[in-house]
């Protein structure tokens, strides 16, 4: 009896090996049939777009957070790898000219500074360098560039400039307090554009003020744009027009003199035949790209901060550009409840540090539930009309920090689905900081762009910091920095549905009430529906 069950024990542990491996062969005939078919389908796909060019591509339907983060990155990776390989090409439009000495005593160059601790290359500072209109481009550790027109430190070792460029193994990118300097290609005169430029406006210079801070340049003539190219060519960071005459100085001389109301005055300076001696005291000023020492100084909070300060926004409102404009005037770093790497390579310190570890001046949240909101002593709050950061968090998650999504992304479904969650988290967001936050300053994103220094100021203040007057200058003439998506797109339709526009009006109506009921400012004009 026990040998028939042993066989067909046996029999039945045999069959169930075969069906086993029949299933696996199965599965896997299916899957070489499957991708026999997506190959035709994509042959027949791309046969079928040659012969119709111009229809769109289907919208790509609304992804996860995780799966959107890894297709934008592997996007960037092939973007950033093919202009890598178009940069090899052009190296050679730059001549490298030595390494030299950069630190607290010696700048070597004394223009804009642009940081990306992850994909720094020679090429790509010398590019930025020449776009801005600067004729040296200097890397340092590796992932620092820096820009200027003159050179003005001591030649070090050139073995001393070891470090190699964090995006391209092999390139020379300065050393520690070592800076590898090229010449980059020059242009002709006039053609240089500056992102860093700033119109002060026309000012009086008093009685007082001394002349010797002025440096008059050589030439019958100038423009505006040949002042400020000649300014900048001598490490001068303030540009003065009088009539046809062009003078330099350093930032304290602004200090001197006073502001006018009267913008016809400059005008009239400006004739060839002046009527009275008094129209030789006014100047229409400049701030030329050229940074002052003291603004690229940023640094950790000296003693560890007894109280968190959060600086909150919902995505979309600024936070980045806010925290640029604090780091600037106030020389400390800002930190983040978030670790947003782009951010660090792009030169935010403090995106590392642990958020609570009280050496940053603010904290960046997008947070807004109430055990989160409390975890702070006090909080920013910086609102923007709900249209703009919507259409702004949309532009970033579709292509990056400085991107524009396309007209595919604007009339897909995913455009539709995300307002429908974000607009709602709007509201939420601003009225969860009005509840729970236990000291609150709001600011308003436009009243930033308007009137940014006295903004500044309040905010500063708010800190328990200053500004002194100096980095308040720097913080004035460098004011979008590298964070600022460059040109401008505007659409050639509206984004926003009838349906959309209602639901966000009483989102708006909703906030100003609230906001009122706290006894603050309601919301700016332009917010409010019509």
Not at 7 to 13: A, I, K, N, S, Y
Not at 60 to 81: G, M
Not at 457 to 482: M, Q, V, W, Y
Request: net charge positive; with cysteine.
């Amino acid at each position: 009896m026990a040998k028939p069950f042993y066989r067909l024990q046996h029999f039945l542990r045999r069959a169930q090996l075969l069906l086993f491996f029949l299933g696996v062969a199965y599965i896997m005939a299916g899957s070489v049939l499957l991708l026999q078919r997506s190959s035709v389908l994509t042959f027949q796909r791309e046969t079928d777009t040659a012969a119709l060019p111009s229809l769109p591509a289907p919208p790509r339907p609304l992804e996860l957070p995780a799966a959107r983060w890894l297709y934008r990155r592997n996007v960037i990776q092939k973007s950033s790898s093919e202009h890598n390989l178009s940069h090899k090409k052009d190296r050679q439009k730059g001549t490298y000219i030595g390494c030299f000495i950069n630190n607290e005593t010696e700048h070597a160059l004394g223009g804009t500074i642009l940081y990306d601790f992850r994909k720094m290359t020679s090429a790509l500072c010398q590019d930025t360098c020449s776009e801005s209109g600067f004729r040296y481009a200097g890397l340092e550790y590796g992932a620092e560039c820096h820009c200027g027109n003159r050179v003005c430190a001591h030649r070090a070792r050139g073995e001393d400039c070891n470090l190699d460029c964090r995006g391209e193994k092999g390139s020379r990118c300065g050393g520690v307090g070592r800076m590898s300097v090229y010449r980059v290609e020059d242009r002709l005169p006039g053609q240089r554009r500056y992102r860093t430029v700033h119109y002060h406006g026309c000012y009086k210079k008093s009685q007082n003020s001394t002349a010797g801070f002025l440096n008059q340049t050589s030439g019958p003539t100038h423009t505006p744009q040949q002042c400020i190219e000649t300014c900048t060519d001598q490490d001068l960071p303030l540009a003065l027009l009088r009539g046809q005459d062009c003078f330099c100085s350093h930032a304290p001389f602004l200090f001197t003199i006073q502001m006018s109301e009267q913008e016809y005055m400059c005008e009239r300076s400006n004739q060839t035949n002046h009527t009275s001696p008094y129209d030789l005291d006014y100047y229409w000023v400049y701030s030329t790209p050229v940074l002052d020492a003291t603004c690229k100084e940023r640094r950790f909070m000296p003693q560890k901060s007894s109280t968190l300060v959060a600086l909150s926004s919902f995505p979309g409102a600024g936070n980045t550009w806010l925290r640029h404009l604090i780091e600037l005037a106030t020389g400390f770093y800002t930190g983040s409840y978030y670790f947003d790497g782009s951010l660090y390579n792009k030169g935010f310190k403090g995106e590392k540090d642990y958020w609570q570890s009280g050496r940053v001046i603010c904290v960046k949240t997008h947070e807004s539930g109430q055990r989160e909101i409390e975890m702070f002593d006090s909080a920013i709050l910086l609102m923007r009309n709900p249209y703009r950061s919507l259409m702004a968090e949309f532009n970033r998650k579709c292509a990056g920090h400085l991107g524009y999504a396309s007209d595919v992304h604007w009339r897909s479904k995913e455009w539709s689905e995300f307002v429908d969650s974000y607009s709602s988290w709007w509201v939420s967001h601003a009225l969860a900081w009005l509840r729970f936050a236990h000291r609150l300053l709001v600011v308003h994103f436009e009243n930033l762009q308007e009137d940014l220094a006295p903004q500044l100021k309040t905010i500063t203040a708010f800190l328990n910091t200053s500004i002194p007057e100096e980095r308040l200058l720097c913080t004035k003439s460098n004011r979008d920095g590298h964070f600022k998506r460059s040109g401008s797109r505007s659409l050639t339709f509206d984004p926003f549905t009838p349906e959309m526009r209602a639901r966000i009006d009483e989102y708006i109506r909703t906030v100003d009430s609230a906001l009122r009921d706290r006894n603050l400012d309601g919301l700016p004009q332009e917010y409010m529906p019509r």
